[in-house]
């Protein structure tokens, strides 16, 4: 079992930069591969940036490919989602989410590949 806390949104005006955080309980968070999720109001859950348990590999979605990087630390428990560049489209709730995995390369990008979700975190990004 996996508990996950969010932290670090807040109101930002657009070309600004903000850091998420993300708190996992447990001794085995290095077994879990982590992915960042949003969910903007009237629209679907859409995938952000995924990392493997190691943190070797990353994977990001192309509209935040380049402005976005995502990071974690074993040893803390947490995972962290820099955004810099944003625009006012960059404005949702986001999600931090895990799930175990077998291979330390391993990341994934679909919602229904993640066993648990923290409650979110609102980023506004004004224009």
């Known amino acids: 079992q996996v508990q996950l806390v969010e932290s670090g949104g807040g109101l930002v005006q657009a070309g600004g930069s903000l850091r998420l955080s993300c708190a996992a309980s447990g001794r085995t968070f290095s077994s879990y591969a982590m992915g960042w999720f949003r969910q903007a109001p009237g629209k679907e859950r859409e995938f952000v940036a995924a990392?493997?348990?190691?943190?070797?590999?990353?994977y990001f979605a192309d509209s935040v490919k380049g402005r976005f990087t995502i990071s974690r630390d074993n040893a803390k428990n947490t995972v962290s989602l820099q955004m810099s560049s944003l625009k006012p489209e960059d404005t949702a709730v986001y999600y931090c989410?895990?799930?175990?995995?077998?291979?330390?390369?391993?990341?994934?990008?679909?919602?229904?590949?993640?066993?648990?979700w923290g409650q979110g975190t609102q980023v506004t990004v004004s224009s």
């Open positions: 990392i493997s348990r190691s943190g070797v590999a990353t």
């Open positions: 989410a895990a799930r175990y995995a077998s291979y330390s390369g391993n990341y994934y990008y679909t919602g229904k590949d993640y066993a648990y």
